[in-house]
């Protein structure tokens, strides 16, 4: 990632979106694109994405790779990653802690692995493998889960801290993946954040969910349809009163979407938080 003079706030790109992103470029600083949407991409749909990288910073986020796996990821899944990366010259290009397969079988989503020091070796290892295809190592994101990972032999600030040395790069802190383990699994989540005080933070998302019922249990969902909740801007105040360097925070949303200036006030709620927490310094 660059180095910011000041904390940069941007949106996740959606063709929802598109128009009133374009149309607001005064509030907004940076784009996340969703990687996996181009990676069969033809070479003239890549051209337009370069220049939306010419207009906008853009943040690349893959959701397909499968990191967090003693399975090593497909050869062919990240030369097509390297293509997109190589096409659009991203700022910097994202995966998450989890897996998304196993035994050949694709669950179909996002999922926490055990926290184990296996599943660290094996996450250390397709980090390697993405390092050389791409050239260049992807930003981690801490996932959000409605069961705790079994066979689990750490707890999650531990996981996540352990995790990002092991592969010599920096975290993509989910704030409300963040909330919604830590009220799920009755932990305190300034835990994380004291596990990653030292770690350096790639870049931030911002998100809403839902509570839901199953099994006699309540849990939060990381659904991504709604609203950024009030626990996670707390969280935010207290992550940029812990930095001293500028933080770049991406907003996610991937349906239901409300009025365009709904969207660019959670942003601004977003700036608001971080820039009363940060130190006078870091404002100028």
Same mark, same amino acid.
């Given at each position: 990632m660059r180095k910011l003079e000041r904390s940069a706030f941007g949106l996740g790109w959606r063709p929802e979106l598109a128009a009133a992103i374009f149309a607001n470029l005064d509030a907004i600083d940076v784009v996340e694109v969703i990687a996996d949407d181009w990676l069969d991409a033809r070479s003239s749909? +890549?051209?337009a994405l370069r220049l939306l990288s010419s207009t906008l910073p853009v943040l690349l986020h893959a959701t397909s790779l499968g990191l967090a796996s003693t399975e090593l990821v497909s050869e062919r899944r990240l030369e097509k990653l390297a293509r997109v990366i190589d096409a659009v010259r991203p700022v910097a290009w994202s995966e998450h802690l989890a897996f998304v397969r196993g035994g050949g079988v694709e669950i179909g989503h996002l999922a926490a692995p055990p926290r184990t020091r296996a599943t660290i070796d094996g996450l250390a290892a397709n980090v390697a493998r993405a390092r050389a295809i791409t050239g260049s190592a992807p930003i981690l994101e801490n996932v959000a889960t409605l069961i705790e990972p079994p066979l689990s032999e750490m707890p999650e600030a531990e996981f996540v801290r352990t995790?990002?040395?092991?592969c010599e790069t920096s975290l993509l802190l989910? +704030?409300?993946n963040l909330h919604a383990n830590a009220t799920n699994f009755g932990w305190n989540p300034v835990d994380l954040l004291d596990a990653v005080d030292d770690i350096e933070i790639g870049y931030v998302h +911002?998100?809403?969910g839902r509570r839901i019922h199953a099994a006699g249990e309540t849990r939060i969902l990381d659904d991504h349809l709604h609203a950024t909740p009030d @626990?996670? $801007?707390t969280l935010l105040g207290q992550l940029a009163q812990r930095r001293e360097e500028p933080l770049t925070i991406v907003l996610e949303r991937d349906g239901h979407y @409300?009025? $365009?200036h709904e969207l660019l006030g959670e942003l601004q709620r977003g700036r608001t938080y971080v820039d009363r927490s940060l130190p006078r310094a870091a404002l100028r």
């Open positions: 749909e +890549l051209r995790a990002i040395e092991a989910d +704030l409300h +911002l998100a809403g @626990p996670v $801007f @409300p009025q $365009f």
